[in-house]
C-alpha cells in the first residue's frame, strides 16, 4: 500500500548528509543503547546528520551523545497513553527533518516510529536486540510485529537471533539483515592495571577473581551465579566473587550470598559507569544467562577484549562469539554443576587461562570491531536512501 507524501524534501532530490534520528523510549546504560551510542557518534558527518528523540527522558546515554552536541528532543510522551504522543513525534521528525529513522525496539517505539512515517518518503530500520522477554513472550508482541510490515529493514544482531525474529515474530526475512555488535578495541589498551583495580575494590592481588558485569534483571541468573561460587569457594579458598551491576533484585541477591554463606567473599559494586575497568580485576568473566533475552551481550567481548576467558550458558547467539574449548567455556543454561565446574577448571590452570584469553582478544579484533558495525550500518542506511535515486537514474 502506497501513501501520498507529506509535504517535506524528497529523497530523491535530498543530497548528503542524510539525517537520521535514533528514537527510543529512554537511553539508560545498557548494551543497545550503547550501540545507539556508538552509532550517533561516529556515523560519517560528511554522509549522515545524527539526532536523538527519546519518548521520555534522555537518560545518563541519552544526555551524554546530547554532550557531544547531537541535536536531542525527550518528553515526546507525557503519560503511558499520551494521545498527542504520536502527533509530537511527526512534529518533532518534521522540524529535524528526519529521512531515516532508527528505531530501538521498544514496543511503543516500533508502533510510534512506524506509524508517525506512513506517508512520508522516511526509511525506517528497527534493531531488535532481544530473543524473547523474560517468561517466554515474544520480544515485539503482536502489535508491534504488525507494525513492522511498514519498515524497511529489521537488524538482528545474530544469526540465531534473525532466524527467531522470522520464524516466531514472524517477520519477513527479506527485511532483516545482521549487523552485530562491536566495540573499539583500541580502548582496552587504556585499562588501568589489574593491581590498581583490584586495590580500587579491596582485593588482594593474589586472590582468584570470578566476575560478572549485569544489570540485576531476572534473566540474567544472578542466583545461579551465587549458587556456582558455593561450590567454587568450597574447592578454590582464595576465590572471590565481584557482581557488577544495579537493579531491584540487589537486596534480595545479596541476602541470597548470606544465606549461602559467601558474602564474605562476594562483592557487589552496584551500578558503575567504570564497568568496563572493573573486568580487569577478573581472572575469569561470567555470564549465565536464561535462554531468554539474551542475544549478543556486550559485557562477553569487553571481557575477550581484555584477554579474559569466559565461561557462558549457551543462549543466544552467544556461540557466535564464544568458542567452546576455544575462547570460553560453555555450559548448560541452568546447570550449577557445569557452571561451577567450568569456572574451577579456569581458575586452576593459568596457562589454559591466559591462552584461552588471548584467542578472546584476536577473534574480537576480527569480527567484532566497532568500526566494522558502524561500516555495515552506513552502508545499509546508504543503500536504502538512495534507492529512489538509483531508480530515478536507471
Not at 515485539?140 to 510485529?145: D, H, N, Y
Not at 549458587?227 to 565481584?242: G, L, N, P, T, W
Request: proline share 3%; charged share 25%.
Amino acid at each position: 500500500m502506497k501513501y501520498a507524501a507529506e509535504s517535506e524534501t524528497s529523497l530523491r532530490t535530498r543530497r548528503p548528509p542524510y539525517r537520521v534520528t535514533f528514537l527510543a523510549s529512554t537511553l539508560v546504560t545498557g548494551g543497545a543503547e550503547r550501540m545507539v551510542r556508538e552509532f550517533a557518534l561516529r556515523l560519517d558527518r560528511t554522509t549522515f546528520e545524527p539526532s536523538v528523540v527519546c519518548l521520555n527522558s534522555y537518560g545518563q546515554i541519552g544526555e551524554e551523545i546530547a554532550s557531544h552536541g547531537v541535536s536531542a528532543f525527550n518528553g515526546i510522551m507525557r503519560s503511558q497513553y499520551d494521545p498527542l504522543g504520536l502527533w509530537r513525534l511527526r512534529r518533532a521528525l518534521r522540524e529535524i527533518g528526519t529521512d531515516l529513522l532508527f528505531c530501538l525496539d521498544h514496543r511503543n517505539v516500533i508502533v510510534l516510529g512506524a506509524a508517525s512515517s506512513l506517508g512520508t518518503s522516511r526509511k525506517v530500520f528497527v534493531a531488535v536486540h532481544s530473543t524473547r522477554q523474560w517468561g517466554g513472550r515474544r520480544s515485539l508482541g503482536s502489535t508491534a510485529s504488525w507494525f513492522l510490515r511498514f519498515v524497511d529493514r529489521v537488524l538482528a544482531v545474530g544469526e540465531n537471533q534473525a532466524g527467531y525474529l522470522a520464524d516466531e515474530e514472524g517477520v519477513d526475512p527479506e527485511k532483516i539483515v545482521v549487523v552485530p555488535n562491536g566495540i573499539e578495541l583500541s580502548e582496552f589498551d587504556r585499562m588501568p592495571s589489574t593491581e590498581h583495580v583490584r586495590a580500587s575494590l579491596g582485593l588482594s592481588e593474589s586472590c582468584r577473581v570470578v566476575g560478572i558485569v549485569a544489570v540485576l534483571r531476572p534473566e540474567k541468573n544472578h542466583e545461579l551465579f551465587l549458587k556456582a561460587a558455593v561450590s567454587v569457594a568450597e574447592q578454590i579458598e582464595d576465590a572471590r566473587f565481584v557482581v557488577v551491576g544495579g537493579g531491584a533484585a540487589r537486596d534480595r541477591l545479596e541476602s541470597l550470598a548470606s544465606e549461602l554463606g559467601i558474602s564474605e567473599k562476594t562483592l557487589f559494586t552496584g551500578e558503575r559507569t567504570d564497568g568496563r575497568e572493573l573486568i580487569q580485576a577478573f581472572d575469569v568473566a561470567v555470564l549465565c544467562s536464561h535462554p531468554v533475552v539474551e542475544t549478543l551481550p556486550l559485557f562477553l567481548m569487553e571481557a575477550m577484549a581484555l584477554s579474559k576467558p569466559i565461561v557462558a550458558t549457551r543462549v543466544g547467539d552467544v556461540s557466535s562469539l564464544v568458542e567452546d574449548g576455544g575462547t570460553g567455556l560453555l555450559v548448560t543454561p541452568g546447570s550449577r554443576e557445569e557452571l561451577s565446574g567450568a569456572i574451577v577448571r579456569l581458575l586452576e590452570d593459568e596457562t589454559f587461562r591466559s591462552e584461552m584469553g588471548r584467542r578472546g582478544r584476536e577473534k574480537v579484533a576480527r569480527e567484532f570491531s566497532l568500526d566494522r558495525s558502524v561500516e555495515t550500518l552506513q552502508r545499509l542506511m546508504k543503500e536504502r536512501l538512495t534507492v529512489e535515486e538509483r531508480q530515478k537514474a536507471s
